[in-house]
Nanobody, 124 residues
């Protein structure tokens, strides 16, 4: 049974930083791309970042490019999202997801497994 467990969310002031972690179990973690998505109240879930199976290729939404960094440690079965220069509009529940293939994607349908989410709130 695949399990993805996010941690690291919280309340931070605008301009601050947070680091999200997602620990995976029940799958061959190093074989699959991983992604981060977010969902704000009243809005659809949106793509944030993705990383390929080896960690050699990343892709970001324009809204977070230059501020967020996705990385992974295959030895620890964990994917990270370092978030810097946070803005109030980054407030959302953040979800990690494991991909269907080794290569990243920006669409939710390419991720069959999802974590329960972690709340990130950025105050102005």
């Amino acid at each position: 049974q695949v399990q993805l467990l996010e941690s690291g969310g919280g309340l931070v002031q605008a301009g601050g930083s947070l680091r999200l972690s997602c620990a995976a179990s029940g799958l061959t973690f190093s074989s699959y791309a991983m992604g981060w998505f977010r969902q704000a109240p009243g809005k659809d879930r949106e793509f944030v970042a993705t990383i390929n199976w080896r960690g050699t290729s990343t892709y970001y939404a324009d809204s977070v490019k230059g501020r967020f960094t996705i990385s992974r440690d295959n030895a620890k079965n964990t994917v990270y999202l370092q978030m810097n220069s946070l803005k109030p509009e980054d407030t959302a529940v953040y979800y990690c997801a494991s991909g269907r293939t080794s290569y990243g994607s920006g669409t939710t349908r390419d991720y069959p497994y999802w974590g329960q989410g972690t709340q990130v709130t950025v105050s102005s």
